[in-house]
């Protein structure tokens, strides 16, 4: 069964710490993996699409990373408006459809 | 990207009662799509709007619960039938930006049910 998985459920950092999620997935076959962050009462933003092993993409203070069976979103130096939910989600590469990940709720204090 | 507004943005209705939400998007796109968010989960795909022919729905989801018109390139409708509290829950339509397979987002129709 195609799946995402992503950890963990919810983190707090502190201002400038550093820290990663995980997104792992089992899929037959990946068109691509994509990141999004959502904000409360609002719908997902796109950050990143990563379509092969070895990808790296960066924006800001995030960076995402994909291996051939997960995918790693890097937070460097957070700040408190770094603060959202981010979801993952894998498109196969015989749909277009997107399976999400139920998210990381990141909390960063001042 | 894309500029997609939905309307409206939160309703509160009741049990037994319908609801169409709209979808429209500033500029020609050949993929849309709805997704349903519950409180505190992640998305789900209710459904693809195919422009011209009848929407392709997920599993779980049939078209009398939520019918979906897609009259042209740049809207879409989905509307919720016979609603109960169970349908209370966050909806999202997003196109697939042309010549790209990365999806945006509109801002969501808040749903509650009584």
């Known amino acids: 069964e195609d799946q995402v998985t992503q950890s963990p459920e919810a983190l707090r950092l502190q201002e400038g710490e550093s820290s990663s999620l995980n997104c792992s997935y089992t899929?037959?076959?990946?068109?691509?993996l994509f990141w999004y962050r959502q904000d409360p009462g609002k719908g997902p933003e796109f950050l990143f699409t990563?379509?092969?092993a070895g990808e790296e993409k960066e924006k800001e203070r995030l960076k995402a990373t994909l291996t051939k069976k997960e995918s790693f979103l890097h937070i460097t130096a957070p700040k408190p408006e770094d603060s959202a939910t981010y979801l993952c989600?894998?498109?196969?590469?015989?749909?277009?459809?997107?399976?999400f990940g139920s998210g990381t709720r990141l909390l960063v204090r001042p | 990207s894309a500029v997609i507004s939905q309307k409206p943005s939160r309703d509160i209705c009741q049990r037994g009662t319908s609801l169409t939400i709209q979808c429209q998007v500033d500029?020609?796109?050949?993929?849309m799509f709805w997704y349903r968010q519950q409180p505190g989960q992640s998305l789900t795909l209710i459904a693809t709007?195919?422009?011209?022919?009848?929407?392709?729905?997920e599993s779980g989801f049939v078209i009398d619960k939520f019918p979906i018109s897609r009259p042209n390139l740049t809207f879409s409708t989905l509307t919720v039938s016979n609603m109960s509290p169970e349908d209370s829950s966050i909806y999202l339509c997003?196109?697939?930006?042309?010549?790209?397979?990365?999806?945006?987002f509109g801002p969501g129709t808040r749903l509650l049910v009584l």
């Open positions: 997003s196109v697939e930006a042309p010549g790209q397979e990365t999806q945006y």
């Open positions: 899929v037959s076959g990946l068109r691509g």
């Open positions: 990563l379509y092969s």
């Open positions: 989600a894998v498109m196969m590469d015989s749909s277009y459809k997107l399976i």
């Open positions: 500029s020609q796109v050949t993929m």
């Open positions: 709007a195919n422009q011209g022919s009848e929407a392709t729905y």
